[in-house]
């Protein structure tokens, strides 16, 4: 069946770095969009990034723009979130989730993974 | 960006419907029928209920659907019942290549 798994969250201290992986499973990676979007306690979900089929096009939330970069390896099924500078408003639950729409965006996330925690204290 | 605005709480009776509102401007709502509306129950993953405004995704209910008036964006559920109780969030594409989320709402079946 059509899956994402996350991993690589965990505790980390302000100002240090993180990379999140999604590993895929059950649909043709390389045809789809994949984003990133986290959760922190208690709030509503809040867009990270997100990453073309092809790799050719990516895009970020001002709040994590310049800190953040999305990316993915088709060979691999495998998308990444590289995590710089990270402070304690970062503290959330990441998932990637994967776009509805064949090749292009529809701007709609169809497939969640289960999450993985990314906790940022001192 | 703000979140799109939508009500802290509804509540309802089984069998009865309800409608979420998401209310956003004139960039985002207004302007793309680029709409969704997810589904969340504690402790797991959103779940896609409702994309490009009106259209459901394969396995969701029909019980389900959705519509747009300007720059408001809105989630019916007929014929409720217990397991429709969740959180359900409503987003939109912002014209900048980024997607806006709503602040939730708390669907209580009475």
């Known amino acids: 069946q059509v899956q994402l798994v996350e991993s690589g969250g965990g505790v980390v201290q302000p100002g240090t770095s993180l990379r999140l992986s999604c590993t895929a499973s059950g649909f043709t990676f390389s045809s789809y969009g994949l984003h990133w979007v986290r959760q922190a306690p208690g709030k509503g979900p809040e867009w990270v990034a997100v990453m073309s089929h092809d790799g050719s096009n990516k895009y970020y939330a001002d709040s994590v723009k310049a800190r953040f970069t999305i990316s993915r390896d088709n060979s691999k099924s495998t998308l990444y979130l590289q995590m710089n500078s990270l402070r304690p408003e970062d503290t959330a639950v990441y998932y990637c989730?994967?776009?509805?729409?064949?090749?292009?965006?529809?701007?709609?996330?169809?497939?969640w993974g289960q999450g993985t925690t990314v906790t940022v204290s001192s | 960006q703000s979140a799109l605005t939508q009500p802290a709480s509804v509540s309802g009776s089984p069998r009865q419907s309800i409608t979420i509102s998401c209310t956003g401007t004139?960039?985002?709502?207004?302007?793309?029928?680029?709409v969704s509306w997810y589904q969340q129950h504690p402790g797991k993953a959103p779940k896609l209920m409702i994309y490009d405004v009106t259209n459901r995704p394969s396995g969701v209910s029909n019980r389900f659907s959705g519509s747009k008036s300007g720059n408001t964006a809105s989630l019916t559920i007929s014929g409720l019942q217990a397991e429709d109780e969740a959180i359900y969030y409503c987003s939109s594409y912002t014209g900048t290549s980024t997607v806006l989320f709503g602040g939730g709402t708390k669907l209580t079946v009475l």
């Open positions: 004139s960039s985002d709502v207004g302007a793309y029928n680029y």
């Open positions: 989730a994967k776009e509805e729409r064949v090749y292009y965006y529809s701007y709609a996330m169809d497939v």
